[in-house]
T-cell receptor, first 117, second 116 residues
């Protein structure tokens, strides 16, 4: 059983299109995240939800909109895609927001490779 | 603001040898967690090991151990008896526990290539 699963794994789309990436976790965690890994492999947090409530919203263009229908799901919708949005997007989850201990380890999905042409 | 530094962009290691990956961090938080992740060429991010800032002993998980030196703010990963499957990018990360909603921040990574 995959703990954090995201779909699609690969996505090639044209500039200007709107696309979504879906994420589901079966770990029973309360907190979910979206991270972006750029072409230099640098990972940066984009958003975090705790029990469906947005708690972290980094400096991300508002073309990116996360949605959490329940605490097991966190989707990422991207409007008007640009070339610079090409990256790997990782969904992740943890038990808590980060109040200490190994139980707050963040577990990642397999990543979604987005290529904008 | 926190900063994670991995000074080794890449390294080669022979099979069965041990390798140490360097990580230093900078934080003003008194309480934090340190993590190492592995990213093989297939792309997934795999959690390897965790060290809490107040843990007295260095963490170990199988062939992975974390050499934690709090005063020097370093958290080096040691992989013993390297295997070909250890070839991957390795990321050091830190998560503060007292502010910033515990954002996990990453270093730039170290690419490890294990040779026969």
């Amino acid at each position: 059983d995959t703990a954090v699963s995201q779909t699609p794994k690969y996505l090639v789309t044209q500039m200007g299109n709107d696309k979504s990436i879906k994420c589901e976790q079966n770990l029973g965690h309360d907190t979910m995240y979206w991270y972006k890994q750029d072409s230099k492999k640098f990972l940066k947090i984009m958003f975090s939800y705790n029990n469906k409530e947005l708690i972290i919203n980094e400096t991300v263009p508002n073309r990116f909109s996360p949605k959490s229908p329940d605490k097991a799901h966190l989707n990422l919708h991207i409007n008007s895609l640009e070339l610079g949005d090409s990256a790997v997007y990782f969904c992740a989850s943890s038990q808590d927001v980060g109040w200490g201990g190994s139980g707050n380890t963040i577990y990642f999905g397999e990543g979604s490779w987005l290529t904008v042409v | 603001a926190q900063k994670i530094t991995q000074t080794q962009p890449g390294m080669f290691v022979q099979e069965k040898e041990a390798v140490t990956l360097d990580c230093t961090y900078d934080t003003s938080d008194p309480s934090y967690g340190l993590f190492w992740y592995k990213q093989p060429s297939s792309g997934e991010m795999i959690f390897l090991i965790y060290q809490g800032s107040y843990d007295q002993q260095n963490a170990t998980e199988g062939r992975y151990s974390l050499n934690f030196q709090k005063a020097r703010k370093s958290a080096n990963l040691v992989i013993s008896a390297s295997q070909l499957g250890d070839s991957a990018m390795y990321f050091c990360a830190m998560r503060p526990y007292t502010d910033s909603w515990g954002k996990l921040q990453f270093g730039a990574g170290t690419q490890v290539v294990v040779t026969p």
